[in-house]
Structure formats: structure tokens, C-alpha cells
């Protein structure tokens, strides 16, 4: 099956271009229809004094919009839960079933919410976790499921089954050369200005490109962005 439509859900408004902003990229530039769902609304993305959270909300919003005309992305929606909070509630499963019924994508990319850290260096967000596992419902079986939510239906978005889950994973056995697109997937991460400043010293450029390097290890690519893939059936 060919990609048409995409849709990729998470929870900050960087998340994406760190998961898949290789992936997107090359789709866009396909012709491919990128839709991204973001669940927060990024409010504790900043930790020096002086701000509130609706102030650092504003900038974020304002950032994510301008990365998503860089990659190409359609259409950013924006669900409006407090960042730092989320859970797989039945409110989130809602607004991301909407999203789903609304896009009806070919393919859904997430989080892994199995991964609780990777490697010793890196311990994953609760937001993060949240999603995936909230997606996974909203897989199964939330958005094929017409009694579920009727209200939706009530508001024009019919069941739709998706056939084509991939769960962003360093251990994903489905590997995307991204080669490339990672110059434009680190232009994208550093538009994130707020957050650039937020980690200090990181080095974006160097260590995007040795994580997607050694995403790469083993094929015949330089760079690369792994997926969990799924083929749902039934
Ligand atoms: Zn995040």
C-alpha cells in the first residue's frame, strides 16, 4: 500500500523532528500528506525564571508552525493538554481518536511507550510514554469502534481502522535511509529555538547525526531512522 496520508502523534512540540523528522521530510517532499498531532501544549518546555506557561506555550506553538512549513508538513493540531501531565486517560484516546478519524492516515507514527529509557544516558518523558500507549488503544480499538465515543460521530468523524502502525524504536526492525534528510531534520531541531537554548552545551548537529549513524549500523546507510512497524489485520 502506498503512503498518501500520514499522521504523526506526540507530545511536544519537538518531539517529532527528533523521532522522525528524516521520515517526514523525505514524505513531504514526496507529496505525501504529513499531519502532526501534538498533545501538549509544550508549557514546561523552559526552565530559566520569568516565564509562564502560557508565554512559553505561545513560543512553542509559534516554533512548531514555522518547523512544519520547513519540512512540509500540512496541518499541525494542536490538542491543548498541560505538558508535564499527561496520561493515557480516556480524554486523551478521545481528542487523538478524533484526530485519527479526521486524517485518516495510511500510516500513524509514535512513540514506542514500551521504551522507558534507551541506553544509560536517557530516560524517557511520562508525555512520551502517555501517547504511545494512548495511540495503542486508539489503535485498538478506539477509532474503528463505532459505539466508542459516539460523540464523535455525533460530530461527523465516521470509525476508521488503521492498518499501518510504526512505533519509533532504536531497536525498530524497519529502517528509513535518511540520508537524505537529516541536514533538514537538524535544521528543524535547531528552529526549535527555545529549546536549543534550554539544552545548553548539547550539540544537536553532532549527536542527530551519530544517533542516526548508528541507527544505520548494519545497512548500507549513513544515517537512519528505525521503526517498530505494524501491519494491523484484524
Ligand atoms: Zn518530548
Not at 522507558?116 to 495503542?136: F, K, M, Q, T
Not at 533538514?184 to 529549546?195: E, P, Y
Amino acid at each position: 500500500m502506498e503512503i498518501e496520508r500520514a499522521l504523526v502523534a506526540f507530545a511536544h512540540p519537538d518531539d517529532a523532528e527528533f523521532l522522525c523528522g528524516g521520515t517526514v521530510a523525505l514524505w513531504a517532499k514526496r507529496g505525501v500528506e504529513v499531519t502532526y498531532v501534538c498533545a501538549t501544549d509544550g508549557s514546561a518546555g523552559w526552565n530559566a525564571p520569568g516565564l509562564t506557561r502560557d508565554q512559553i506555550a505561545d513560543r512553542r506553538e509559534e516554533e512548531m508552525r514555522e518547523v512544519a512549513d520547513l519540512l512540509g508538513v500540512r496541518e499541525v493540531r494542536f490538542l491543548g493538554f498541560a505538558d508535564g501531565t499527561l496520561e493515557p486517560s480516556l480524554d486523551l484516546r478521545r481528542s487523538l481518536t478524533r484526530e485519527v478519524r479526521r486524517a485518516r492516515p495510511d500510516v500513524l507514527v509514535t512513540f514506542d511507550p514500551s521504551e522507558l529509557w534507551s541506553g544509560r544516558s536517557y530516560i524517557n518523558h511520562p508525555d512520551h510514554r502517555a501517547v504511545g500507549e494512548a495511540i495503542l488503544a486508539v489503535v485498538a480499538c478506539d477509532a474503528p469502534t463505532r459505539p466508542q465515543f459516539p460523540e464523535l460521530v455525533d460530530e461527523g468523524f465516521e470509525p476508521f481502522k488503521i492498518r499501518r502502525v510504526w512505533l519509533a524504536s532504536d531497536e525498530g526492525e524497519h529502517v528509513v535511509d535518511v540520508g537524505g534528510s537529516i541536514d533538514l531534520k537538524i535544521q528543524a531541531l535547531l528552529a526549535h529555538r527555545s529549546q536549543m537554548e534550554n539544552m545548553g552545551e548539547f550539540d544537536v548537529d553532532a549527536r542527530v547525526r551519530q544517533w542516526a549513524g548508528r541507527l544505520a549500523d548494519g545497512t548500507p546507510h549513513e544515517y537512519a531512522e528505525r521503526f517498530r512497524a505494524f501491519e494491523i489485520e484484524v
